[in-house]
């Protein structure tokens, strides 16, 4: 069995939310080997569309561009799921190419590549989170309860299922249409606080659950 | 004689008739010689500009002779004949706001016409006239007919005309004015009085004109219809001056109405449609882009039939309804991944093919890519490439098309699935069944998808859109329903969720994107579903409802059934979000986007604003288990002939 780990598991340790947070985002995924990451990323060609550190490229003359993807936004499931059936003109890359632990190992390596964050995770305050999250136009797009939103464009991220690092960057230097956030006017800190209101966030019960939507 | 008759001073210049306002411009003038004349029987006489003396005028002088040997009245005026040539079109309703430059209309179509064919419907509003006579024609496919001012009316107007101008609707225009400067009497009547009524509005007019005589107006009334009705569809205005409306139609005026045959929608080129079908059946990969597609009823079962022929996937823009939500070839929830994708891509009457293709991105360097693959092949069938003006810019970026058919797709849909019938070889069959089935296994993913998105926030409060929707849903799914609302702002909830799959169970949006249209086309709407006995239902966003909420007593007034619903996010929550991203991108104050965009500090109290203009009304309801009861309160109400609205308290989307 491969290893795993939880997200935000640490962002509690020794408060009183520990428990019931960790419990509401259980969120499993396999845990990658940075080390054979970098092989994958340099053995199967990613740096020639994606940069040499994942930085995305542009091509102005054929209108090409590849995002970057160092850190990715996409959760793992999300990230193994679009590099099996890619859209656009990015190649497929099928199980027999790269094998789900090489996918699990190249998504590590991706994230570690995140620049380094100056907050302290296991300090930080859901309550103050919610309270940044509402004031600092999170919510606008995201939802209240970070649920996504087709019209704007958001994605879901209530309860937020990437790591800490590759949020803080994507919030930073966001590669869609999302409007960036400096450190001028979040710091890490309050990212920090935001990421853990969002870890809160409950996983909803199953749609099949519910009559109304199954009509 | 039905002439105005005069007495011995108009004789005495020669002349035996005097139209209306000869008779009320003297009279003024009389007035005001009453008010000198006690000044003048004191000082010499008076002197003109030219030093000429200028008699006195006395009341005697100026009327001549007495009212009472005067015909006052007149059995048929020229607005008769108006509204004769009106209900020769067809036409059910005027919504208007009164005004004096149509006065004579007006009375004519409630007294003369009999209030019937046409109906006078009150608005309170230029803008909501338009935008009803908008969301009507959006149901019963033609227009309805709307009066107003030649000046503060047509302005009032404005916005809703190029909404509809936008979304190629027709909407049937006949504005007041006088033309004439002597015949107008008063200060008001100089102020509404204007050289050429139409060009402010002009430049999202499909055409108008200015009769100046009832023959001309007839011939110009039906030419305006018909203008109107040919696609693509737009605004036409008439002028119908205040003498040509209230003078007295002469006795040896020979009036006839022309005949109306509305124009056939142009066809696409044979050739230019072969070469389509020839192009979509070798795909292996093609896709349907259907924006405006369907015009009517028939265009939906015309696209299906496309569709299903070809077995390609369809994503429906839903500016028209234009294929069903739950068909199995409906991939408009996988848009970018198709459009990626593709290898022929058709589009049908889309108004901008180029967005729909591209990925651009709003950052301070604005950078757009196509999300096609290269050696794509595009095609466009629209009536747009038939109808182009210059000022605004509607016509959206230029898309670099294989083939570009100038003509309207609904009208093309038939010869196109019959030259793609005539390729298709068994061996071909069979490979697009295949693809179908694929389609039928994505759909029903797309549709889990949605339903596991929607649980998301699902007891949130403020209330869900997913949860608004859904409860919607519940309670009117078994009814004969139509969807009068504009569904983006409610993240296609309901097209995610719901099953749609007649014409009249979606209006499509706003055209131009001005703000206060979905009230009053969505009242408009339910006055066309009214016959039919439909259960009109309208999502309503709290900003557009504050531009022009007195169309709320028009459907209280009128007896319009309609179930609304407020998506109250209390705020203009499209620009909070525009707000954000300049203040992100100046890194100074993200927490300050409401300021100038919030609708709160008081927030608006829409269940008492609509109780005041005795519509039903109850909320604001921010648990989402109260919001379903209400709306079965409501129902009940609308289902008795009523208007009801439910205030519900949402997140922003």
């Known amino acids: 069995m491969s290893p795993s780990r939880r997200f935000g598991a640490g962002l509690f340790q020794g408060s009183p939310l520990a428990l019931f947070c960790c419990a509401a985002v259980a969120l499993v995924f396999p845990v990658g080997n940075t080390q054979n990451g970098k092989h994958v990323f340099e053995t199967h060609g990613c740096q020639q569309c994606h940069g040499n550190q994942g930085e995305g490229l542009s091509n102005a003359r054929t209108q090409d561009f590849a995002p970057r993807i160092a850190p990715t936004r996409l959760s793992q499931a999300a990230f193994a799921g679009f590099v099996r059936h890619p859209a656009g003109k990015m190649p497929s890359y099928p199980s027999q190419d790269v094998s789900d632990s090489e996918l699990a190992d190249l998504y590590a390596f991706l994230q570690s590549l995140a620049p380094a964050v100056k907050a302290d995770p296991s300090s930080a305050n859901a309550r103050n989170g919610e309270h940044l999250y509402m004031s600092y136009g999170c919510y606008e797009c995201h939802g209240d309860e970070g649920q996504g939103s087709t019209q704007t464009g958001a994605s879901r991220i209530g309860p937020i299922q990437i790591p800490f690092a590759p949020f803080v960057a994507y919030v930073r230097q966001p590669t869609a249409q999302m409007p960036p956030y400096s450190a001028k006017s979040v710091s890490d800190a309050e990212l920090a606080d935001i990421y853990a209101f969002l870890l809160t966030r409950s996983t909803p019960p199953a749609a099949k659950s519910i009559p109304l939507l199954n009509q | ?653």
């Open chain 2, 1 to 653: 004689m039905n002439y105005v008759q005069v007495g011995v001073a108009m004789a005495k210049s020669g002349r035996t008739s005097v139209k209306r306002r000869d008779f009320l411009k003297k009279a003024a003038v009389g007035a005001a010689a009453l008010a000198a004349t006690p000044r003048l029987t004191e000082a010499q006489p008076p002197r003109g500009a030219l030093g000429c003396p200028v008699a006195p005028i006395s009341p005697e002088t100026e009327f001549g002779t007495p009212p009472a040997m005067e015909v006052l009245t007149v059995d048929r005026s020229g607005s008769d004949f108006m509204v004769d040539v009106i209900k020769s079109l067809g036409i059910e309703y005027v919504c208007a706001n009164p005004g004096s430059a149509f006065r004579g209309l007006h009375e004519s179509v409630i007294n003369y016409g009999g209030n019937k064919g046409p109906e006078f419907i009150t608005c309170c509003h230029e803008e909501s006239s338009v935008a009803m006579a908008h969301g009507y024609a959006k149901i019963e496919g033609r227009p309805l007919a709307v009066f107003a001012h030649g000046t503060v009316g047509i302005q009032h107007a404005a916005m809703a005309i190029y909404n509809a101008y936008c979304d190629r609707v027709p909407v049937y225009i006949i504005a007041g004015n006088i033309l004439d400067a002597t015949k107008r009497i008063s200060a008001a009547e100089w102020v509404h009085s204007v050289q050429d009524a139409a060009a402010m509005v002009r430049d999202y007019l499909k055409w108008d004109d200015l009769p100046l005589s009832l023959p001309h107006f007839a011939e110009s009334a039906v030419r305006a219809y018909k203008i109107a009705m040919t696609p693509p569809m737009m605004p036409v205005l008439l002028i119908a001056d205040g003498e040509l409306q209230e003078n007295p139609i002469p006795d040896d005026l020979s009036l006839r109405i022309p005949k109306l045959a509305l124009a056939a929608p142009p066809q696409g080129d044979s050739g230019a449609v072969a070469e389509a079908a020839r192009l979509l059946v070798a795909a292996d990969n093609p896709v349907i882009i259907a924006d405006r597609a369907a015009r009517t009823p028939v265009g939906l079962t015309r696209l299906i039939e496309l569709a299903e022929t070809l077995q390609a996937p369809v994503i429906d823009q839903m500016w028209r309804m234009n294929f069903p939500s739950r068909h199995p070839l409906n991939q408009s929830q996988r848009s970018r991944e198709l459009v990626c994708n593709a290898d022929v891509i058709l589009g049908l009457e889309c108004s901008d093919f180029w967005n729909a293709l591209h990925s651009f991105r709003d950052q301070i360097n604005r950078t757009s890519v196509p999300l096609t693959k290269p050696g794509v092949k595009l095609i466009s069938i629209t009536a747009s490439d038939l109808f182009s003006k210059s000022n605004y810019q509607d016509f959206q970026r230029f898309p670099q098309v294989d083939l570009d058919i100038a003509a309207d797709a609904e009208a093309t849909l038939p010869s196109l699935t019959e030259s793609i019938r005539g390729l298709l070889t068994s061996d071909r069959k069979s490979v697009l069944q295949d693809r179908g089935a694929q389609f039928a296994i994505a759909r029903q993913e797309s549709l889990q998808r949605a339903r596991d998105a929607a649980a998301y926030a699902w007891d949130a409060s403020p209330i869900s859109t997913a949860r608004l929707c859904a409860e919607l849903w519940a309670n009117i799914k078994n009814e004969d329903w139509s969807l009068v609302s504009f569904t983006t702002f409610v993240n296609r909830w309901p097209q995610r969720l719901w099953s749609f799959d007649k014409y009249h169970q979606y209006i499509g949006g706003h055209g131009g994107a001005g703000v206060g249209y979905g009230a009053p086309a969505a009242v408009g709407a339910a006055l066309a579903n009214r016959k039919y006995g439909r259960l009109s239902v309208n999502i309503q966003c709290d900003g557009d409802l504050m531009y022009a909420p007195g169309v709320l007593w028009t459907a209280a007034h009128h007896r319009i059934p309609l179930l609304t619903v407020m998506h109250n996010n209390r705020a203009y929550h499209q620009e909070v979000m525009q707000v954000q991203i300049m203040a992100n991108r100046h890194s100074r104050g993200v927490d300050r986007a409401r300021i100038g965009t919030a609708i709160d500090d008081p927030t608006v109290d829409f269940t008492k604003l609509s109780q005041s203009m005795g519509v039903h009304a109850e909320g604001p309801i921010t648990d989402p288990k109260d919001l379903g009861p209400a709306i079965r309160r409501a129902l009940d109400v609308v289902k008795g002939g009523e208007p009801a609205l439910i205030d519900a308290y949402t997140q922003p989307r």
